[in-house]
């Protein structure tokens, strides 16, 4: 159908003054063009901005103004001060309709003058001299000098050169025409704000006719007489040269005649300057302001047309988009507290002025885009086009260009509204150049979206300023649940409370971007193995001063693409957290990153599973108490090719006696060294306690630089546990990484038999180191081989033999992956069928079963899950196990499902033991339980409890079935007679609730 162009339309809209509208500097009658074309019951609706003045009198002839006696009206400052102003307001407050060009009446300025310290004592904003010498200019009042001139003719004035007004021969004539006195000051003000006269070669104003203010001329005549003067052009030219003649004979305010007419565009250069200017000099006036909308129903823009606003709209209820149609934002748009923007399916919004609301004191709601999770998204570079169709049931799609969205609840969401419930989420949204997002409570939700979510962000600012009101509370930047492919280019996250990107099951790509002053710079949550399909790079971006984290991942969203944070990202100054935190089982490859000032981790990977993962080439730089440290289960992690500079501990492997520290057991390979460069505190190059670590062997090359080498490396029961092998014959090489693993599904079998055959040999030589490093090493080729495959099936969509390759494999972890790829597609009889396989008798086992169910209960019931009392008790089990992979896991789905934010100590020891496991368990609440393990007495404790009141401590296994139920004050000691894993849940006197694991090792 064909789309018909419609005017911007008028509301009945309610706005209160209070905000300060514009933030653009003036230039003459150009600059306020969105004021221009208000209507006229808008621009009453705008504030009143009052400007401070303050008057400089100075003697002349020996005479001048005073303060002293009111019985001498002709000389007393407030008598003939409050005649000025009652004239100068009574223009501002009723001009009069201009009699030549096309403007029509302006209804008020909605300027007024007010003294400088107000009405009570107007003394207190006089000033005399007696005579003109060193004037005390005020900072925060617009300085009007009054004497008498000599040469000048009645009462006038002009703009100084210092940007002060001066008034001339009030004192002499000060009883002729006394609203004439208020008119020349705001003519004077006019030019002030950059006006011309209505007769000037440098009026601009496109509303006025010039030559009909002068009664007539050409441009090389004035009024029949030739022009010969070229004086310079500027403001105040009397001159005849291109402005038809040297007087007015019109009504304007700007001409020499009767000062009594404002033109439109005359007006709005005048308040778009006043309201863009210093808040020392101006106020807005009226009190209180009421940000309530209305009982209106919604503002449609009808189906087939394309809307254009061109002025600033003020808006007491909500505007609604209809499918099909478009609306274009030019001007700034005010909305009332609650009342939101609806973008319906196949609609557009296009904003390049501002939106934000009424009254900086509260919120509006924010951009609602619908979009069709059954339907492919249009492409961002062609929905662009207004004149290029959408799909009418498609995404609705909002595009913002060099606009400022702010006080909003949420600027943008792509959650339905009217709870039309998932199936309408995956609105399009495009972010360009230019672009702001100032103290929202959140800038830009994007809800789950099954496709590849096309969305992009690029040079944009989103931050909490510091005139954000006190009653805002949090301000958050982008959230992001279940989608993948979302871009962020370009887009600088300043001074949000809580995060800068943060979400669940989701992937997403960021380059050039900045994270400054943020309690998160990105949070990533995973619910189960291949949540979402997508890759997820970080390049080139820059994370200073946020306060717990640069970057936290509780585990990857996908086990099949890396994570990529690589390509010179810069991470400085983390303030109290880590830098880069990796928890739960993860695929990642950190690579060529540069870390400096942070505390007390830079780099932090903690249970981050068997998979193929990578930090190489990275710089620590002055990085103080830990570097880089691993922690648990991460069993096929390799590190070559880093810097460490002047660090504290540079490499520290932990674990405890119960869950052993681990990588990969070969750090580099006979033919290639591991090349990590620690220069500095040499001994403390790499730590790995005996005690709390599974051995492992670092290739150098002999008689390498002295950076090269690990100087407490001893493999002779010294207190490290590794071994150091000197027949290593390159460096590694930063510029190529690693060998591209073979992709052919032939050499795939041939390891696979290489590996049963090694096994074989294993079970009957279990002591020999050999047998067990061969072992890995061909499980790690086989690893990196079905990972290159399995990417490229996904590439390819080919899920049957992508399927395939994971089924046939025995490796749990490809089991669980394929679990959670069955889980994501909706295939839950595959799911289930598979999950019948897994091994029953294991912790891991059950936790991993409740997982996928509370996982499937995610999916079916995606805006209310529900789990029962007994999957919560199993998942706060799991959540616990931080030595396990599967604990971020539990600890997304609790955040997800309970709301319950992950409490997971940070608080690491140097040398981790079964003391360390212990005391990650007993920091809650003042409860402390030890010791964890255990292989006798275990004691309960809580310092801070009243030794009056009761604590209850309830006992179960970990699949639910009651052991103990029991009471105590401050402290008990307790036998658990089978060895096994307890979990301990204690409530408070207060109910307050805390969950413990307990190990009962005999």
């Known amino acids: 159908m064909q789309q018909r162009r419609i005017k911007a339309q008028n509301f009945n809209c309610l706005f209160q003054p209070g905000t300060i509208l514009q933030d653009q500097n003036a230039s003459p009658c150009n600059a306020g063009t969105c004021y221009r074309e208000m209507t006229n019951e808008d621009i009453l609706k705008l504030p009143i901005v009052e400007i401070r003045v303050a008057f400089h009198f100075i003697a002349s002839n020996g005479n001048n103004f005073q303060c002293s006696n009111p019985e001498i009206e002709a000389t007393y400052a407030p008598t003939v001060i409050n005649k000025l102003l009652d004239g100068a307001n009574t223009l501002l407050t009723s001009p009069a309709k201009n009699e030549f060009g096309n403007s029509p009446i302006v209804p008020d300025t909605r300027i007024r003058l007010v ?6 004592d107007p003394c207190s904003s006089f000033f005399f001299y007696p005579s003109q010498g060193n004037l005390s200019y005020q900072n925060n009042a617009l300085d009007i000098i009054v004497y008498d001139h000599p040469t000048a003719i009645g009462i006038s004035g002009q703009v100084n050169i210092n940007n002060h007004i001066e008034l001339y021969n009030l004192y002499s004539l000060n009883n002729i025409n006394p609203a004439g006195w208020g008119k020349v000051l705001i003519h004077e003000i006019g030019h002030f704000t950059g006006l011309c006269h209505a007769f000037s070669p440098e009026n601009l104003c496109p509303d006025m006719d010039v030559a009909a203010e002068c009664g007539g001329g050409t441009a090389t005549e004035c009024n029949g007489t030739p022009c010969t003067q070229i004086p310079p052009l500027q403001c105040g030219n009397n001159a005849c040269f291109h402005c ?11 001409g020499y005649h009767d000062l009594a007419a404002i033109t439109r565009s005359q007006w709005a250069n005048m308040y778009n300057y006043f309201i863009s200017a210093s808040a020392s000099l101006i106020a807005f006036s009226n009190g209180e302001i009421d940000c309530s909308p209305s009982n209106l129903p919604p503002l449609e823009i009808p189906s087939n047309t394309i809307v254009e606003w061109n002025a600033i709209k003020i808006l007491d209820r909500t505007v609604e988009i209809l499918p099909g149609a478009t609306l274009i934002i030019n001007c700034d748009v005010y909305i009332a507290e609650n009342q939101s923007i609806i973008v319906n399916r196949g609609a557009r919004l296009f904003v390049f002025g501002n939106i934000s609301s009424t009254s900086k004191s509260c919120r509006w709601a924010g951009i609602q885009v619908h979009g069709n999770s059954k339907k492919e998204q249009p492409d961002p570079g062609l929905a ?26 949420t600027a943008i969401s792509t959650r339905a509204s009217g709870g039309l419930g998932d199936d309408y989420f995956g609105g399009l949204v495009k972010i360009s150049s230019g672009s702001k997002f100032y103290n929202n409570g959140r800038a830009i939700e994007f809800m789950r979206y099954t496709f590849e979510n096309k969305s992009e962000i690029t040079g944009t600012v989103i931050r909490k300023t510091n005139d954000a009101p006190p009653g805002f509370g949090s301000t958050r930047g982008v959230s992001i649940w279940a989608c993948k492919g979302i871009r962020f280019n370009d887009v600088h996250f300043f001074d949000l409370k809580e995060y800068g990107i943060y979400g669940e099951n989701y992937s997403f790509e960021v380059e050039n971007c900045e994270f400054n002053n943020c309690e998160y710079g990105i949070r990533s949550l995973a619910t189960m193995p291949n949540a979402v399909e997508g890759k997820t790079w970080i390049k080139n971006s820059y994370f200073k001063n946020n306060n717990l984290r640069h970057i936290n991942f509780a585990s990857t969203p996908n086990l099949i693409y890396p994570v990529e944070i690589s390509e010179t990202n810069q991470f400085d100054n983390v303030k109290s957290g880590i830098g880069v935190f990796m928890d739960g089982e993860s695929k990642y490859k950190i690579e060529g990153n540069i870390f400096s ?11 981050t599973g068997t998979l193929n993962n990578q930090v190489s080439c990275n710089i620590f730089n002055q990085n103080t108490i830990y570097n880089f440290y691993i922690e648990f289960n991460n069993s096929n992690l390799v590190f070559p090719g880093n810097i460490f500079i002047q660090n504290s501990r540079n490499i520290t492997l932990a674990g405890n006696s119960s869950f052993k520290g681990e990588v990969f057991q070969s750090q580099g390979n006979l033919f290639e060294a591991s090349s990590n460069c620690f220069d500095g505190n040499l001994g403390n190059a790499i730590r790995a306690n005996m005690n709390s670590t599974q051995p492992f062997t670092y290739y150098r090359i002999l008689n390498a630089d002295l950076c090269k080498v690990p100087s407490n490396n001893l493999s002779d029961g010294g207190i490290n546990n590794y071994s150091v092998f000197d027949r290593a014959f390159l460096e590694y090489n930063c510029n190529n990484g690693q060998n591209t693993p073979n992709e052919n599904l032939n050499d795939l079998t041939l390891i696979r038999q290489k ?9 009957n030589q279990p002591l020999d180191n050999n047998i067990k490093q061969n072992l890995n090493e061909l499980k790690y080729q086989k690893n990196n081989i079905i990972d290159t ?5 996904s590439d390819n969509q080919d899920w049957t033999s992508y399927e395939q390759l994971l089924d046939e494999d025995t490796d749990i972890n490809y089991k669980r992956q394929l679990i959670g790829h069955y889980v994501r597609r909706k295939e839950y009889n595959n799911a289930h069928q598979l999950l019948q396989q897994i091994d029953d008798n294991s912790e891991e086992s059950l936790w991993f079963k409740t997982i996928i169910e509370s996982n499937i209960e995610l999916q079916e019931n995606y805006t209310n899950p529900q789990i029962s009392p007994l999957q919560e008790s199993i998942l706060q089990q799991a959540s616990n196990a931080i030595h396990s992979p599967l604990h971020a896991y539990a600890c997304a789905l609790l955040e997800r499902i309970k709301g319950q934010l992950c409490n997971v100590a940070t608080d690491v020891k140097e040398d981790t033991d079964d003391r360390y496991f212990s005391a990650i368990q007993s920091q809650k609440k003042g409860f402390i339980i030890s010791p964890n393990p255990s292989d006798g007495d275990i004691m309960v404790n809580c310092k801070d409890c009243p030794s009056d009141q009761q604590n209850h401590l309830i006992i179960s296994t970990i699949s639910g079935r009651l052991i103990k139920d029991l009471y105590f004050n401050q402290s008990m000691q307790l036998h658990l007679e089978a060895p096994g894993v307890y979990l301990f849940t204690i409530i408070s006197a207060t109910g307050q609730q805390e969950n413990f694991k307990v190990i009962q090792t005999r």
């Open 115 to 120: 003294l400088l310290n107000g009405n009570a």
């Open 244 to 254: 038809f003649c040297n007087n007015t004979i019109g009504n304007n305010f700007m």
């Open 384 to 409: 662009v086009n207004v004149n290029n169709p959408i799909p009418i049931d498609g995404a609705g799609f909002v595009y913002v260009n060099g606009a400022t969205i702010s006080n909003a609840i």
């Open 597 to 607: 000032s942070n505390a007390p981790f830079s780099l932090l990977l903690r249970s």
């Open 755 to 763: 590996i049963d055959s090694l096994n074989f040999d294993f079970q």
């Open 789 to 793: 495959l399995i990417r490229t099936y």
